[in-house]
């Protein structure tokens, strides 16, 4: 077998993590909510992809499965709330625009792992 497929950062072994969220905005109370919902994603070192949809680059299943259960650790009481893992090869499929113009996904962050 190839020794690229048992690479430790193999493209279908390392997750992205996406976070989407629709969060309630009405009152002041509502807004500080979200604010420190967006907050705790960016402080677990999650990216904004979109005003409400969130993203982190995991190594494994393992370490994508620790910022899931932080998230829902977090979850505001009110609104709607995904999260979606999906390989960093399906990542690389996509395609992103902005107005006509196609632009290059970014690579994901290159990221210090203590043993």
């Given at each position: 077998m190839d020794e690229?497929?048992?690479?430790?950062?193999?493209?279908?072994?390392?997750?992205w993590v996406?976070?989407?969220?629709?969060?309630?905005?009405?009152?002041?109370k509502d807004?500080?909510?979200?604010?420190?919902?967006?907050?705790?994603?960016?402080d677990d070192g999650f990216a904004?992809?979109?005003?409400?949809?969130?993203?982190?680059f995991c190594a494994s299943r393992e370490n994508a499965d620790v910022h899931i259960k932080r998230t829902k650790k977090n979850l505001p009481p009110k609104g709607k709330v995904g999260i979606m893992s999906i390989t960093d090869?399906?990542?690389?499929?996509?395609e992103v625009f902005f107005g006509t113009s196609k632009q290059e996904t970014?690579?994901?962050?290159?990221?210090?792992e203590l043993f």
């Amino acid at each position: 077998m190839d020794e690229k497929y048992f690479s430790r950062l193999n493209q279908y072994r390392s997750l992205w993590v996406l976070v989407f969220f629709d969060l309630p905005t009405e009152t002041r109370k509502d807004r500080k909510i979200a604010t420190s919902f967006r907050k705790k994603l960016l402080d677990d070192g999650f990216a904004m992809f979109q005003f409400s949809i969130y993203m982190r680059f995991c190594a494994s299943r393992e370490n994508a499965d620790v910022h899931i259960k932080r998230t829902k650790k977090n979850l505001p009481p009110k609104g709607k709330v995904g999260i979606m893992s999906i390989t960093d090869k399906q990542f690389g499929m996509m395609e992103v625009f902005f107005g006509t113009s196609k632009q290059e996904t970014e690579p994901p962050s290159q990221q210090l792992e203590l043993f």
